[in-house]
C-alpha cells in the first residue's frame, strides 16, 4: 500500500473518531439533572407546605369552634336554669350568648373556606405528584439510555483508536507526523483525486503531479499543499 493510500485510511480513521467523540458528547452533556424533574419536585415542595400550613389554620379553627361552643353551653345552661332571675343579668346573659353564637357563625364561614383550600391543595398535591412520578420514571429512561449509548460509544471509539494505532505504526513515522501537522493546519490532510482533480482545493492537477501521485509517493497538491491520494 501507497503512503498516500494509508494516509488516506489514517485521516478515514481520525475522521470516525472525531464524529464519534462528538457524538459522546453530545450523550454527555444529556447525561445528568433534569431541570423539569427539579422544578417540579420544587412545585411539589412548595404545595405541600401550603397544603400543612392550611391544615394548621384549619385545626386552630376548629378548636377555636369547640372552645365557643363549650362556652355557649355553660352560657346558656346558666341561662335556662332558672338559677339567675334579675332580669338585667339575664339579658347580659342573652347577650353573651348571641356574641358568641355570632362569633361561632362567622369562625364557622371561615373553617369553611379553609377547607375549601385544603381540599383545592389536596388535588394539586395529587395532580404534581403525579406529574413528577412520570416525568422521573421518563427521565430515568432517558438516562438510562443515554448510558447505553454512552457504553456503545466509548467501545467503539476504543476500537477505532486501537485500529488507528496499528495503523499510525506500519506507517512511516515521519509521514504521519507531516500529516499531523498539515491537519493541524488544513484541518484535512489529504485530499483524493477526482478526474485529475484535487478535491481539497478543486484545481486541476498538472500531470507530472498526477503521475507522481499515481505511484501512490507521497506528493503534495500544488496548489493547496494537501497530500494527494489518487484511488
Ligand atoms: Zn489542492
Redesign the pocket.
Known amino acids: 500500500m501507497g503512503v498516500a493510500k494509508q494516509l488516506y485510511r489514517l485521516q478515514e480513521l481520525d475522521l470516525e473518531i472525531e464524529s464519534n467523540e462528538q457524538a459522546l458528547k453530545k450523550v454527555a452533556s444529556q447525561i445528568g439533572e433534569s431541570q423539569e424533574v427539579a422544578r417540579t419536585q420544587k412545585q411539589l415542595e412548595l404545595e405541600q407546605q401550603r397544603l400543612e400550613e392550611s391544615r394548621h389554620k384549619q385545626h386552630s379553627a376548629e378548636w377555636e369552634i369547640d372552645d365557643i361552643a363549650t362556652k355557649i353551653s355553660a352560657a346558656e345552661e346558666t341561662l335556662f336554669s332558672g338559677r339567675v332571675k334579675n332580669p338585667k343579668e339575664l339579658a347580659n346573659l342573652q347577650h353573651e350568648v348571641d356574641v358568641l353564637k355570632a362569633r361561632r357563625s362567622k369562625l364557622e364561614d371561615k373553617a369553611l373556606e379553609i377547607m375549601d383550600k385544603v381540599e383545592q391543595s389536596e388535588a394539586k398535591v395529587a395532580k404534581i405528584s403525579s406529574q413528577l412520578k412520570t416525568l422521573t420514571a421518563e427521565w430515568q429512561r432517558q438516562q438510562k439510555q443515554l448510558d447505553d449509548e454512552s457504553e456503545k460509544l466509548k467501545a467503539i471509539l476504543s476500537d477505532l483508536k486501537h485500529k488507528r494505532q496499528l495503523l499510525a505504526g506500519e506507517i512511516d513515522q515521519p509521514a504521519v507526523e507531516f500529516y499531523q501537522e498539515l491537519k493541524k493546519d488544513k484541518g484535512t490532510a489529504v ?1 483524493k483525486v477526482e478526474q485529475g482533480i ?6 486541476s ?1 498538472p500531470t507530472t503531479e498526477l503521475q507522481q501521485a499515481r505511484s501512490g509517493a507521497l506528493v ?7 497530500i ?1 491520494f489518487l484511488a
Open positions: 485530499a484535487c478535491r481539497g482545493c478543486r484545481i492537477l503534495q497538491c500544488s496548489s493547496c499543499g494537501r494527494l
